[in-house]
């Protein structure tokens, strides 16, 4: 099993393919891990790039410490994974969601390490926005904490749930209840405008017009500064798992400009 | 019937090879799944690994890991998962994976 201890937790990932250019794909919380974007994307972007995908701590396969979920133990995180794996060169990430909010957060930590990023329904929050919009994310695992508990979902889960919605349930539980995790996210903090102004990577946002954050998208584009934002119709907050086929062509398709810019800025270099 | 030819027996694998790939497949779902695997059904060609095994996709990724670590450079496990769509890949059964392995071992 592919694992490495990274300040002090043991985190799985997977590393596939190789190329000039580095994939770095982030899931979002709780009910996600790395098989979204590696069944969605990462085998078919790994035929043209070195790629790697991992599980967030408390995520997946990677370990579950009882504390450290804020947005900054996640930058951490990735930093140590990167070191940890030799990637020092500029790597391209690909957030979806809260992985977004991760993507961001090492983006302005740490400029140096970024070539790109693709955010899929960034969950970020940003100066501007409405309280209710800010509040929406622990809003929604409060919601999620007492769902699991309700009566009615513990006798369908005894009854129809199965095997694996079983243990899903029982893992997001755990997870929700013996982790700091609602706590530490609850203090995620606001990007100031000088934050995000100070991105200076290329930054392609992918909305669904549908998604109960569509609020972001206006005031991310309007403040990182070479920012393309792109609204899906027909799709709410789960692009990818709506979309998987159309998200793996527009990570293809970012791929090969990559190149391209690559190739150029070498010829360029070259005269 | 169409007769056999060098060709079309060279193409496939052999059955004693599926043989092989089913049991050794068998084994590693069965180390991925550890106390989850319920022997209610012996694993055959046909079983579906999201309907009938009830795998967790994460727990696809750490199978497709112990495959690819068993079988290394004999299966390009990563260029045959990057071919198909999320749907396909959830609908798979172990025959198709064992299909597959045999295939690439020749």
């Known amino acids: 099993m592919p694992k490495v201890i990274v300040n002090g937790n043991e985190l799985f990932y997977r590393r596939m393919g190789s190329g000039d250019s580095t994939l770095v794909f982030i899931h979002g919380l709780l009910m996600d891990n790395l098989s979204s974007w590696w069944l969605a994307v990462a085998n078919a972007a790994a035929r043209h790039a070195d790629t790697l995908c991992y599980d967030l701590r408390g995520h997946g396969l990677s370990e579950r410490p009882p504390t450290g979920y804020t947005v900054a133990d996640g930058v951490d995180d990735l930093l140590g994974l990167l070191d940890t794996l030799g990637i020092e060169e500029p790597a391209h990430l690909f957030g979806n969601s809260y992985g977004a909010v991760v993507a961001v957060a090492f983006a302005i930590a740490h400029p140096e390490r970024v070539a790109g990023m693709v955010l899929i329904e960034p969950h970020v929050g940003a100066e501007g926005l409405s309280d209710d919009e800010l509040g929406r994310l622990s809003a929604g695992l409060d919601e999620a904490l007492t769902g699991l508990f309700r009566p009615d979902v513990k006798q369908w889960l005894e009854t129809k749930g199965g095997r694996k919605m079983n243990r899903l349930v029982a893992s997001w539980k755990g997870f929700l209840t013996e982790t700091s995790l609602i706590d530490d996210l609850r203090q995620t903090k606001t990007f100031s405008d000088e934050e995000l102004s100070s991105i200076k990577c290329r930054v392609l946002l992918v909305f669904g017009e549908e998604s109960d954050i569509f609020e972001r998208a206006r005031v991310l584009v309007d403040r990182i500064p070479d920012a393309e934002l792109q609204v899906w119709r027909d799709l709410d907050h789960l692009v990818l798992r709506d979309a998987p086929a159309r998200v793996r062509e527009l990570v293809l398709e970012w791929v090969r400009s990559a190149e391209a810019a690559r190739i150029g800025g070498q010829a360029l270099a070259g005269h | ?106």
């Open chain 2, 1 to 106: 019937m169409t007769e056999l030819t060098d060709t079309t027996i060279g193409a496939g694998p052999q059955p004693s090879t599926v043989q092989e790939v089913l049991d050794t497949v068998s084994s590693l779902i069965i180390e991925v799944l550890g106390d989850d695997y319920l022997l209610e059904s012996p694993i055959t060609m046909d079983t579906a690994f999201e309907e009938d095994l009830e795998l967790e996709s994460i727990e696809f990724v750490a199978l497709a890991e112990q495959v690819e670590l068993r079988y290394r450079d004999g299966i390009d496990f990563v260029s045959w998962m990057g071919e198909m769509e999320v749907e396909e890949i959830k609908a798979l059964t172990v025959g198709d994976l064992v299909t597959f392995i045999a295939t690439s071992l020749g």
